[in-house]
């Protein structure tokens, strides 16, 4: 594991240390079991039930709850004394990057084994603990979690969802409906969110035959049309007083950190998902052929595979680099407190959502990419390209949409700033300071294989803190509602983060094992690095045209040319190469 403890967004103000960053490398040979427990199971339940599950068969799922059950992935979280395994984190994201065969079923697996069960983990009391968890950890019950509402999709505490106490004081009166709700047609126990007498935000725990508690009609998606989606209906529903989860007022705690969660483990999802679409494109275009040759011989085809290669890589690096900063404060906690686990995860609720942007869209660009590399064939059901191309895109929907969560990362990282958590502003005085003095930037000669990276991803960061800074110098509280220049800034955050992982990574690995040896590895991060920086140059010139003008603007502008200058890379030659080796094995390589 990581050495350090560093601070949640404090990647962006310190030097990063290889030796440092946690990658799928440093597996332990249980997590390695876990991993290889899931693509069993995958393999030999999943894939064979695809069928079934798309067509809504329920009972088939409840019972592959069970098996993932019996194998101990649905209570990897659970503490022991609740029935669970109590699984190390990188464990528990090594399962949701396997579970990758079937959307509808990892979906539904995520709705009881995630979201279904952490809020009572986390917040639950001693004997809503023993009650609940043990049977949603055997697959006895599925479970479900109920936030959004028609009018409440990102702006979740504007909902309308009530609750009062009866007038004898001995049960909770909810009336309201909850949208979109996975596992909503046969969940046993879930998670609602409603507003005590109109105002104070709280979670309660309702069960399926709790009176005037019903579900809606399962809803007619674009994908993922074999997991459950309903409404959740209160009429007047009776929940016994003891099902108030948390504190009255508190249920905004168990929703976002609930949603810290899942984002990390999306993130992870994205990851294993993008490697299997690696596999099937590999495989077509090595026995297509046209032209009288396979079509992954032709440059147009190898650009494709290579670039999916190049950004798994470092998303990768940067889903299990956060991690290991999770494990790495985890280490310095009492792991049997729910409360202190939570905090520890919190803490990093920032890479949490980088993690989640960063998956989900690479998997929706591996998606498309791997449907136009199968051309026609990949439009239609013969072939699994067009499934994975719908079922991922609600991806971007799923844990706070995408846009949510770049409002959250440069937001967040201001909010710390403000309260005294990270010395982001006294690094952007700095900075401005270096570049009105027009300094090159330009590190001391260095021959390692990946010295332009390390500068490049040390630039990244600065252009980073550099637009941090200037946005909030300028709006100040206002900042709020420049929703264009916080999503530019997270885009330079967002690949900042995965660039600066990747490097990481590789530098790591080529101090252990020399470069020839990971010469794929240093062709994906240079091949990673090169582009990432030309769209950080691009958003960070939208951003800074949005921020400033005239004379200032051109000062800054001359700064962002040299902190994302590069020399010519012959990102071609590695292309065929990084392609020419997935198509050898048949998959990802890394």
Same mark, same amino acid.
């Given at each position: 594991?990581?050495?350090?403890?560093?601070?949640?967004?404090?990647?962006?103000l310190?030097?990063? =240390?290889?030796?440092?960053?946690?990658?799928?490398?440093?597996?332990?040979?249980e997590?390695?079991?876990?991993?290889?427990?899931?693509?069993?199971?995958?393999?030999?339940?999943?894939?064979?039930?695809?069928?079934?599950?798309?067509?809504?068969?329920?009972?088939?799922?409840?019972?592959?709850?069970?098996?993932a059950?019996?194998?101990?992935?649905?209570?990897?979280?659970?503490?022991?004394?609740?029935?669970?395994l109590?699984?190390d984190?990188?464990?528990?994201?090594?399962?949701?990057?396997?579970?990758?065969?079937?959307?509808?079923?990892?979906?539904?697996?995520g709705?009881?084994?995630?979201?279904?069960?952490?809020?009572?983990?986390?917040?639950?009391?001693?004997?809503?603990?023993?009650?609940?968890?043990?049977?949603?950890?055997?697959?006895?019950?599925?479970?479900?979690?109920?936030?959004?509402?028609?009018?409440?999709?990102?702006?979740?505490?504007?909902?309308?969802?009530?609750?009062?106490?009866?007038?004898?004081?001995?049960?909770?009166?909810?009336?309201?409906?909850?949208?979109?709700?996975?596992?909503?047609?046969?969940?046993?126990?879930?998670?609602?969110?409603?507003?005590?007498?109109?105002?104070q935000?709280t979670?309660?725990?309702?069960?399926?035959?709790?009176?005037?508690?019903?579900?809606?009609?399962e809803?007619?998606?674009?994908?993922?049309?074999?997991?459950?989606?309903?409404?959740?209906? *209160?009429?007047?529903?009776?929940?016994?007083?003891?099902?108030?989860?948390?504190?009255?007022?508190?249920g905004?705690?168990?929703?976002?950190?609930?949603?810290?969660?899942?984002?990390?483990?999306?993130?992870?999802?994205?990851?294993?998902?993008?490697?299997?679409?690696?596999?099937?494109?590999?495989?077509?275009?090595?026995?297509?052929?046209?032209?009288?040759?396979?079509?992954?011989s032709?440059?147009?085809?190898?650009?494709?595979?290579?670039? *999916?290669?190049?950004?798994?890589?470092a998303?990768?690096?940067?889903?299990?680099?956060?991690?290991g900063?999770?494990?790495?404060?985890?280490?310095?906690?009492?792991?049997?407190?729910?409360?202190?686990?939570?905090?520890?995860?919190?803490e990093?609720?920032?890479?949490?959502?980088?993690?989640?942007?960063?998956?989900s869209?690479l998997?929706?660009?591996?998606?498309?990419?791997?449907?136009?590399?199968?051309?026609?064939?990949?439009?239609?059901?013969?072939?699994?390209?067009?499934?994975?191309?719908?079922?991922?895109?609600?991806?971007?929907?799923?844990?706070?949409?995408?846009?949510?969560?770049?409002?959250?990362?440069?937001?967040?990282?201001?909010?710390?700033?403000?309260?005294?958590?990270?010395?982001?502003?006294?690094?952007?005085?700095?900075?401005?300071?270096?570049?009105?003095?027009?300094?090159?930037?330009?590190?001391?000669?260095?021959?390692?294989?990946?010295?332009?990276?390390?500068?490049?991803?040390?630039?990244?960061?600065?252009?980073?803190i550099?637009?941090?800074?200037?946005?909030?110098?300028k709006?100040?509280?206002?900042?709020?509602?420049?929703?264009?220049?916080?999503?530019?800034? =997270?885009?330079?955050?967002?690949?900042?983060?995965?660039?600066?992982? =990747?490097?990481?990574?590789?530098?790591?690995?080529?101090a252990?094992?020399?470069?020839?040896?990971?010469?794929?590895?240093i062709?994906?991060?240079?091949?990673?690095?090169?582009?990432?920086?030309?769209?950080?140059?691009?958003?960070a010139?939208?951003?800074?045209?949005?921020?400033?003008?005239?004379?200032?603007?051109?000062?800054?502008?001359?700064?962002?040319?040299?902190?994302?200058?590069?020399?010519?890379?012959?990102?071609?030659?590695?292309?065929?190469?990084?392609?020419?080796?997935?198509?050898?094995?048949g998959g990802?390589?890394?």
């Amino acid at each position: 594991m990581a050495k350090e403890v560093i601070k949640g967004g404090g990647f962006l103000l310190q030097e990063t =240390a290889p030796a440092n960053v946690y990658s799928p490398e440093d597996f332990n040979d249980e997590q390695k079991l876990i991993a290889q427990t899931t693509d069993e199971f995958v393999e030999k339940e999943i894939i064979p039930n695809f069928d079934k599950i798309e067509t809504k068969d329920y009972e088939i799922q409840r019972e592959l709850f069970k098996k993932a059950a019996d194998l101990g992935l649905i209570n990897a979280s659970i503490p022991e004394a609740y029935g669970g395994l109590d699984l190390d984190h990188v464990s528990q994201m090594l399962i949701y990057e396997h579970l990758t065969g079937s959307a509808s079923f990892s979906t539904g697996f995520g709705g009881t084994a995630g979201i279904g069960l952490l809020p009572i983990l986390l917040f639950g009391t001693h004997e809503q603990k023993e009650k609940y968890l043990p049977k949603l950890g055997s697959g006895e019950w599925v479970g479900a979690y109920a936030l959004s509402e028609s009018s409440s999709g990102s702006d979740a505490l504007g909902a309308k969802s009530t609750a009062r106490l009866s007038e004898d004081g001995e049960h909770w009166i909810l009336n309201g409906e909850k949208m979109w709700i996975t596992n909503g047609g046969f969940a046993d126990v879930v998670t609602v969110f409603a507003k005590v007498n109109g105002e104070q935000f709280t979670g309660f725990i309702v069960e399926k035959n709790d009176p005037g508690v019903s579900h809606g009609n399962e809803e007619h998606k674009l994908g993922q049309r074999g997991s459950s989606t309903t409404p959740i209906i *209160m009429q007047d529903a009776k929940i016994p007083k003891d099902r108030l989860l948390g504190e009255i007022g508190k249920g905004h705690l168990i929703a976002f950190n609930v949603l810290n969660h899942g984002r990390i483990n999306l993130g992870a999802g994205g990851v294993g998902g993008s490697k299997r679409v690696i596999g099937q494109s590999a495989k077509y275009a090595a026995q297509r052929r046209q032209f009288g040759r396979p079509i992954a011989s032709f440059g147009a085809i190898q650009y494709k595979i290579a670039e *999916m290669a190049a950004r798994t890589y470092a998303c990768d690096s940067a889903v299990y680099r956060t991690a290991g900063m999770i494990e790495a404060r985890e280490a310095t906690i009492d792991r049997t407190d729910p409360v202190a686990v939570m905090k520890a995860i919190e803490e990093y609720a920032i890479e949490c959502a980088i993690t989640k942007v960063a998956g989900s869209e690479l998997l929706f660009y591996c998606a498309d990419e791997n449907v136009q590399i199968h051309g026609g064939n990949g439009f239609t059901e013969d072939y699994p390209a067009e499934g994975v191309y719908r079922d991922c895109r609600v991806n971007r929907i799923f844990e706070g949409t995408n846009e949510i969560n770049r409002l959250l990362i440069p937001g967040q990282l201001i909010k710390r700033a403000m309260k005294g958590g990270l010395p982001l502003f006294q690094a952007a005085m700095k900075l401005q300071e270096e570049l009105l003095a027009g300094p090159s930037f330009d590190s001391d000669e260095d021959e390692s294989p990946l010295a332009n990276e390390i500068k490049l991803a040390a630039n990244a960061k600065k252009v980073a803190i550099a637009l941090l800074g200037s946005a909030a110098q300028k709006f100040q509280a206002a900042l709020a509602e420049q929703q264009m220049i916080l999503s530019w800034t =997270a885009d330079v955050i967002i690949d900042a983060f995965q660039i600066d992982s =990747a490097v990481g990574r590789t530098a790591k690995l080529v101090a252990v094992d020399g470069a020839e040896k990971h010469s794929a590895a240093i062709d994906a991060t240079r091949l990673y690095t090169h582009d990432a920086i030309n769209r950080i140059e691009v958003a960070a010139k939208n951003a800074l045209a949005a921020i400033s003008e005239g004379d200032e603007l051109r000062v800054m502008l001359v700064a962002l040319r040299r902190l994302t200058k590069q020399e010519p890379l012959n990102t071609a030659a590695i292309r065929e190469r990084l392609s020419n080796k997935v198509v050898e094995a048949g998959g990802y390589i890394f």
